[in-house]
C-alpha cells in the first residue's frame, strides 16, 4: 500500500468534515492539492478569480451553516482570497481557506511570487498558521477548521506546495469539529433582564443576523412587551416573515417608521445585531442586548444591561417569567406609522401609466412576486440593497446572501455561484448593479462552465448609483461614476447566457417570466432610470442643505439638463 501524501490527508479530513466543494483556481503550488481532491469525493470547482472563489464559499458556508473550502495558490493567488474572506470574516460563516505558499526552503529570501501570508491572512481569520513539515499539519488543519466552525469564522492553512506533496505522517483523525454549543446567560442576569422589561412601558425590539432560528420566540416576546420589531437588513431573512409585530427596518435603506419605532421607545432591546450606525439609536432610552459575541455588547451604544448568549436559547429560558402587558399604545402607533410608509414605498413601485421609465422598485417588486417560494436572492453592495430590503418580501422559505457587513462590490454573482452549488434544484437570483457586474465579469463564464442556471437581474442605469447618490447628498458634483456599458443581453447570449434587453416597463414582466423559467443561466438586462433617489428614513437640514448645495453646483456646472432628468424621474410618477 502506498504512503499518504499530505495533500492526500488533507483531502480525506475535509471529507471527514462533510466539505463537498472546494472553490478555487489551480496553480503550480496548489498541484498536490488539486490532484488529491480530484481522486476524493471533494469536488474541485474551477473559478476565474479566486476572491470569486472566496465569496462563492462564502455564499454556501450562509445557506448550510457548514464548513465551505476555497484555495488559492502561491502569491497573487492566495492574495486574491484576501477581499471574499474578509467578507466571510465579518458575516460570520465558517470557511476554511487553503493558501497554497512557495517552496518551503525559499522562503525568507525574496523567491519568486513570495508573501508570508500568515501575517496577510491575520485580520480576516480567526486562525491562521505555515504549516513548514507535515508533523505540522494535523494540528494545525485541526485547529483552523474547528476555529473556523466554533467561532464562526475564517480559518486559514498555509501550506507549501513542497510540503503536500511529502508523506503524511498522521492517519486520519476520528474527530474534526464541534458541534454548536448552547449558551445562554447566567438565571442572575436572566432576572435583570426581566425586571428592566417589566419596568418598561415603551419596548422596541431590535433583530439582526443573530436571531436565525429564533423567529417564533422573538414574536411571542413582542406580543407579551406589546414592542414593535425593527430589523436590520441580515436580520430580514429571518424576522420580516409571519411577524405581526414587524414595522420594517431602519438605517440608511430602512423605513421611516423603523427609525421612528427605535426613536420613541424607552427600552431598546437588541437581538443579535451589531447595527453599526450610532446616529439611527435613541439616545435617551434604556438598553439592553443580547449577543453571542462578547465584543458586540455595548460596541455601538451604552448599555443598561449586556448578556452573552445565543437569542433562540436565551428567550427560550426568559419567556416564563415575562408577564403579558397590556397597553399597546406605543405598539399601535408603530404599527399605524409603518402602514402608510409601507403604502408610500409601494406606489414608488408601480409603473407610471404611458412612461417607458423602468424603476428599479417596479424591477425588485415583480422579481419578489415571479420568484420561487424557496428562492435564494443575492443582492449587489449599492442600489440593489436598497430595493431588495424595501420590496423583496420573505416567507421563511427564502433566503438573501449579500455583502452587507464588509460592503464589497460585485457580491452578488459571485454568492449566486456558491448559493446554486449549494442548492442545485432551487432558484438562485442575482440582483446585480452594472458597476458590480463588471467587476468581476469573467465569474460570469462560470456559470456555463460549471452549468449553473443562476438568473442575473442587471439594473443597467449606466452609473455607480449609491456612490453618485452620496456625493449629491454631501454636496459635492457626482464624478467618475458614468458607466459605458454594452448590450449586456447580447454580450450574455455571444457566451452562451441566455440574454434579454428591457428597455420599456411594460416589456418587463413577460421578460422576467421567460427568463426565470429558462432551463439553464440568464441575464436580464433592465435598463433601469439613472437618476432614482432613495430617501433615508429621517432627513436632516444638513443633508437638505448639502443636496440643495450639489443643485447649484450642478446649475453652475452646465448641468441643468441632469436636473430637469431628476425631476421627470422622481416628481413626475
Same mark, same amino acid.
Given at each position: 500500500?502506498?504512503?499518504?501524501?499530505?495533500?492526500?490527508?488533507?483531502?480525506?479530513? @475535509?471529507?471527514?468534515? =462533510?466539505?463537498?466543494?472546494?472553490?478555487?483556481?489551480?496553480?503550480?503550488?496548489? #498541484? =498536490?492539492?488539486?490532484?488529491?481532491?480530484?481522486?476524493?469525493?471533494?469536488?474541485?470547482?474551477?473559478?476565474?478569480?479566486?476572491?470569486?472563489?472566496?465569496?462563492?464559499?462564502?455564499?454556501?458556508?450562509?445557506?448550510?451553516?457548514?464548513?465551505?473550502?476555497?484555495?488559492?495558490?502561491?502569491?497573487?493567488?492566495?492574495?486574491?482570497?484576501?477581499?471574499?474572506?474578509?467578507?466571510?470574516?465579518?458575516?460570520?460563516?465558517?470557511?476554511?481557506?487553503?493558501?497554497?505558499?512557495?517552496?518551503?526552503?525559499?522562503?525568507?529570501?525574496?523567491?519568486?511570487?513570495?508573501?508570508?501570508?500568515?501575517? &496577510?491572512?491575520?485580520?480576516?481569520?480567526?486562525?491562521?498558521?505555515? %504549516?513548514? #513539515?507535515?508533523?505540522?499539519?494535523?494540528?494545525?488543519?485541526? !485547529?483552523?477548521?474547528?476555529?473556523?466552525?466554533?467561532?464562526?469564522?475564517?480559518?486559514?492553512?498555509?501550506?507549501?506546495?513542497?510540503?503536500?506533496?511529502?508523506?503524511?505522517?498522521?492517519?486520519?483523525? !476520528?474527530?474534526?469539529?464541534?458541534?454548536?454549543?448552547?449558551?445562554?446567560?447566567?438565571?442572575?442576569?436572566?432576572?435583570?433582564?426581566?425586571?428592566?422589561?417589566?419596568?418598561?412601558? !415603551?419596548?422596541? +425590539?431590535?433583530?439582526?443576523? *443573530?436571531?436565525?432560528?429564533?423567529?417564533?420566540? %422573538?414574536?411571542?416576546?413582542?406580543?407579551?412587551?406589546?414592542?414593535? +420589531?425593527?430589523?436590520?437588513?441580515?436580520?430580514?431573512?429571518?424576522?420580516?416573515?409571519?411577524?405581526?409585530?414587524?414595522?420594517?427596518?431602519?438605517?440608511?435603506?430602512?423605513?421611516?417608521?423603523?427609525?421612528?419605532?427605535?426613536?420613541?421607545?424607552?427600552?431598546?432591546?437588541?437581538?443579535?445585531?451589531?447595527?453599526?450606525?450610532?446616529?439611527?439609536?435613541?439616545?435617551?432610552?434604556?438598553?439592553?442586548?443580547?449577543?453571542?459575541?462578547?465584543?458586540?455588547? *455595548?460596541?455601538?451604544?451604552?448599555?443598561?444591561?449586556?448578556?452573552?448568549?445565543?437569542?433562540?436559547?436565551?428567550?427560550?429560558?426568559?419567556?416564563?417569567?415575562?408577564?403579558?402587558?397590556?397597553?399597546?399604545?406605543?405598539?399601535?402607533?408603530?404599527?399605524?406609522?409603518?402602514?402608510?410608509?409601507?403604502?408610500?414605498?409601494?406606489?414608488?413601485?408601480?409603473?407610471?401609466?404611458?412612461? /417607458?421609465?423602468?424603476?428599479?422598485?417596479?424591477?425588485?417588486?415583480?422579481?419578489?412576486? &415571479?420568484?420561487?417560494?424557496?428562492?435564494?436572492?443575492?443582492?449587489?453592495?449599492?442600489?440593489?440593497?436598497?430595493?431588495?430590503? !424595501?420590496?423583496?418580501?420573505?416567507?421563511?422559505?427564502?433566503?438573501?446572501?449579500?455583502?452587507?457587513?464588509?460592503?464589497?462590490?460585485?457580491?452578488?454573482?459571485?454568492?449566486?455561484? =456558491?448559493?446554486?452549488?449549494?442548492?442545485?434544484?432551487?432558484?438562485?437570483?442575482?440582483?446585480?448593479?452594472?458597476?458590480?457586474?463588471?467587476?468581476?465579469?469573467?465569474?460570469?463564464?462560470?456559470?456555463?462552465?460549471?452549468?449553473?442556471?443562476?438568473?442575473?437581474?442587471?439594473?443597467?442605469?449606466?452609473?455607480?448609483?449609491?456612490?453618485?447618490?452620496?456625493?449629491?447628498?454631501?454636496?459635492?458634483? /457626482?464624478?467618475?461614476?458614468?458607466?459605458?456599458?454594452?448590450?449586456?443581453?447580447?454580450?450574455?447570449?455571444?457566451? *452562451?447566457?441566455?440574454?434579454?434587453?428591457?428597455?420599456?416597463?411594460?416589456?418587463?414582466?413577460?421578460? @422576467?417570466?421567460?427568463?426565470?423559467?429558462? /432551463?439553464?443561466?440568464? @441575464?436580464?438586462?433592465?435598463?433601469?432610470?439613472?437618476?432614482?433617489?432613495?430617501?433615508?428614513?429621517?432627513?436632516?437640514?444638513?443633508?437638505?442643505?448639502?443636496? =440643495?448645495?450639489?443643485?447649484?453646483?450642478?446649475?453652475?456646472?452646465?448641468?441643468?439638463?441632469?436636473?430637469?432628468?431628476?425631476?421627470?424621474?422622481?416628481?413626475?410618477?
Amino acid at each position: 500500500m502506498m504512503a499518504m501524501s499530505s495533500a492526500e490527508y488533507v483531502a480525506k479530513v @475535509l471529507e471527514l468534515a =462533510g466539505v463537498r466543494h472546494v472553490y478555487g483556481v489551480v496553480g503550480d503550488s496548489l #498541484n =498536490g492539492l488539486t490532484d488529491a481532491f480530484r481522486r476524493s469525493s471533494v469536488e474541485w470547482l474551477h473559478m476565474r478569480h479566486e476572491e470569486a472563489a472566496a465569496f462563492a464559499a462564502g455564499a454556501e458556508a450562509h445557506l448550510t451553516g457548514e464548513l465551505a473550502v476555497c484555495a488559492g495558490s502561491c502569491g497573487p493567488g492566495n492574495l486574491h482570497l484576501i477581499n471574499g474572506l474578509f467578507d466571510c470574516h465579518r458575516s460570520g460563516v465558517p470557511v476554511l481557506a487553503i493558501a497554497s505558499h512557495i517552496p518551503s526552503s525559499e522562503i525568507g529570501i525574496d523567491y519568486f511570487q513570495a508573501t508570508h501570508p500568515e501575517n &496577510l491572512f491575520k485580520e480576516c481569520s480567526h486562525y491562521v498558521e505555515l %504549516v513548514s #513539515n507535515p508533523n505540522q499539519l494535523p494540528q494545525v488543519l485541526g !485547529r483552523a477548521i474547528r476555529a473556523a466552525v466554533a467561532r464562526r469564522g475564517v480559518g486559514v492553512v498555509v501550506i507549501p506546495g513542497d510540503v503536500s506533496l511529502k508523506e503524511a505522517v498522521a492517519e486520519v483523525p !476520528r474527530w474534526v469539529a464541534p458541534a454548536k454549543p448552547i449558551l445562554h446567560p447566567s438565571l442572575k442576569d436572566l432576572k435583570r433582564l426581566t425586571n428592566l422589561l417589566k419596568d418598561a412601558t !415603551r419596548i422596541t +425590539i431590535f433583530c439582526g443576523a *443573530g436571531c436565525a432560528g429564533a423567529h417564533d420566540e %422573538v414574536v411571542e416576546l413582542a406580543r407579551r412587551l406589546k414592542a414593535p +420589531i425593527v430589523h436590520t437588513l441580515r436580520g430580514k431573512e429571518y424576522m420580516e416573515y409571519d411577524n405581526p409585530y414587524d414595522v420594517g427596518m431602519t438605517g440608511l435603506v430602512g423605513f421611516s417608521s423603523g427609525y421612528a419605532a427605535m426613536k420613541d421607545c424607552d427600552t431598546l432591546l437588541l437581538l443579535g445585531t451589531d447595527f453599526p450606525y450610532r446616529q439611527f439609536f435613541p439616545k435617551h432610552a434604556k438598553v439592553a442586548q443580547i449577543d453571542v459575541r462578547p465584543e458586540a455588547l *455595548g460596541n455601538r451604544c451604552p448599555l443598561d444591561l449586556g448578556l452573552i448568549g445565543d437569542v433562540r436559547e436565551t428567550l427560550q429560558i426568559l419567556l416564563p417569567s415575562i408577564p403579558e402587558k397590556t397597553d399597546s399604545s406605543h405598539l399601535d402607533a408603530a404599527l399605524a406609522h409603518y402602514g402608510k410608509a409601507r403604502e408610500g414605498l409601494d406606489e414608488l413601485a408601480e409603473p407610471r401609466h404611458g412612461s /417607458d421609465v423602468i424603476h428599479p422598485q417596479y424591477v425588485t417588486k415583480l422579481v419578489s412576486e &415571479l420568484a420561487t417560494e424557496d428562492a435564494i436572492f443575492t443582492c449587489d453592495v449599492g442600489t440593489p440593497i436598497l430595493w431588495t430590503a !424595501r420590496y423583496l418580501k420573505v416567507n421563511g422559505k427564502r433566503r438573501i446572501v449579500g455583502s452587507f457587513n464588509h460592503g464589497s462590490m460585485a457580491n452578488a454573482m459571485l454568492h449566486a455561484i =456558491g448559493a446554486q452549488v449549494a442548492f442545485p434544484d432551487r432558484q438562485v437570483i442575482s440582483m446585480s448593479g452594472d458597476g458590480g457586474f463588471a467587476m468581476m465579469m469573467g465569474e460570469f463564464l462560470t456559470l456555463t462552465q460549471l452549468e449553473l442556471p443562476v438568473k442575473i437581474i442587471l439594473l443597467n442605469n449606466g452609473t455607480l448609483g449609491f456612490v453618485e447618490m452620496e456625493m449629491k447628498a454631501n454636496g459635492f458634483l /457626482d464624478s467618475g461614476c458614468d458607466l459605458i456599458n454594452p448590450n449586456f443581453a447580447q454580450m450574455a447570449n455571444a457566451v *452562451g447566457v441566455k440574454g434579454i434587453r428591457v428597455e420599456r416597463s411594460e416589456d418587463l414582466r413577460s421578460a @422576467l417570466i421567460e427568463a426565470l423559467s429558462h /432551463d439553464g443561466p440568464a @441575464l436580464v438586462d433592465v435598463v433601469s432610470a439613472r437618476q432614482e433617489l432613495a430617501m433615508p428614513p429621517k432627513t436632516t437640514f444638513d443633508e437638505a442643505y448639502k443636496f =440643495g448645495l450639489f443643485m447649484l453646483k450642478a446649475v453652475l456646472d452646465g448641468r441643468g439638463s441632469q436636473l430637469v432628468d431628476l425631476a421627470k424621474v422622481n416628481l413626475l410618477r
